[in-house]
């Protein structure tokens, strides 16, 4: 049956591709294969250094790009003032104010050595 899912006939192509990987499979045996050997620690530690790195880089072009954007995100002109500037001038009242009380001459005690 064809694993395309159609539910045809394989083809003579097919045929034939199905037969010479069956014999490739079958050719190879146990001496043929490498032996199994675990990683040595120099991969493990060439790829942690690596992955540090490329950290390290990642962390560094992130802290630039803050400082650039926060430089040249900027106010471009002064900032306004706090509050709007208003002239000075009070309307006119037909109650005239009470006056301020003077300030207090000091006392003697205050005065005292």
Known sequence: MNDS??????????????????????????????PLRPPTAQVRSGRVLLRRAVASALVLAAVAALVF???????????????????????????PSPLAPTTAEPSPSATAP
């Open 5 to 34: 899912g159609t539910g045809t006939a394989p083809t003579a192509v097919e045929e034939r591709l199905r037969a010479a990987l069956a014999a490739r499979a079958h050719s190879v045996g146990p001496a043929d294969l490498r």
């Open 69 to 95: 954007l926060a430089v040249r995100g900027g106010p471009s002109r002064p900032a306004e003032p706090a509050r709007a500037p208003r002239p000075g001038t009070a309307t006119p009242s037909a109650v």
